[in-house]
């Protein structure tokens, strides 16, 4: 398996932009999670899905922050309007293993947001 | 929520032992785990220890787990440059699925 994939790897944007980030998990993983890394904060969970159902979104840190799974290949960020703090790495991991929370991470979407 | 707490740096030489602390928050945690940071990556589970383990020793790398004192650490032996990296300590909490991440430890090696 290719492991999780994330598009894009870099975006740079202008405050006020839309910003979608995606993530393909690893096929026959039943969860998937959106992290969020800055220096400041470390590494925060967002939100997270089973089963293509959000779970747990008390980390989305506020309205223009929206996430979806609308199969259990495909999950999308989006950020409407973005802003300078929202600059961050943003990570998709996926898990199904026998160890509960043993995540899967993609490589990241470092976001600039000018 | 609560903080998973590591120290943010360690610097050693190469060759020698190195070994990185965590204290984390919640008891109930069925698993604690170290994961791995290199520059540019995401993270990448190292090892974990099931909670009602005291010590787990896989290769160049020894975990030990102080229940009473909700304190974890990763002992590397031998270090290596490629060693170098940040480690996260991790746990979750009511042994669901959700992981709760530490600060991060940056592992510097020095040749």
């Known amino acids: 398996d290719a492991g999780v994939i994330q598009s894009p790897r870099h975006e740079v944007t202008e405050m006020g932009q839309e910003v979608t980030l995606r993530c393909k998990p690893i096929s026959g993983h039943d969860y998937l999670f959106w992290y969020r890394q800055t220096m400041m904060r470390g590494l925060e969970l967002l939100i997270y899905f089973n089963n293509n159902v959000p779970i747990d979104d008390s980390g989305m840190p506020e309205d223009r922050f929206s996430a979806k799974m609308p199969n259990a290949s495909f999950s999308t960020l989006k950020i409407q309007p973005s802003e300078p703090r929202d600059s961050a790495v943003y990570f998709c991991a996926s898990s199904s293993g026998p160890l509960d929370g043993e995540l899967f991470f993609g490589e990241g979407s470092r976001l600039t947001v000018l | 929520g609560e903080d998973v707490e590591q120290s943010l740096f360690l610097s050693v030489r190469e060759g020698d032992s190195s070994v990185i602390n965590c204290t984390y928050t919640d008891s109930s945690s069925t698993y604690l785990y170290w994961y791995k940071q290199e520059p540019g990556a995401g993270l990448q589970l190292l090892t974990y220890i099931f909670s009602n383990m005291d010590m787990k020793q896989d290769q160049r790398l020894t975990v030990l787990l102080n229940k009473k004192d909700k304190h974890l650490s990763l002992r590397i032996a031998d270090t290596q440059t490629g060693d170098s990296a940040i480690y996260f300590c991790?746990?979750?909490?009511?042994?669901?699925?959700?992981?709760?991440f530490g600060t991060g430890t940056k592992l510097q090696v020095i040749p």
């Open positions: 991790a746990e979750n909490p009511g042994g669901y699925q959700k992981v709760t």
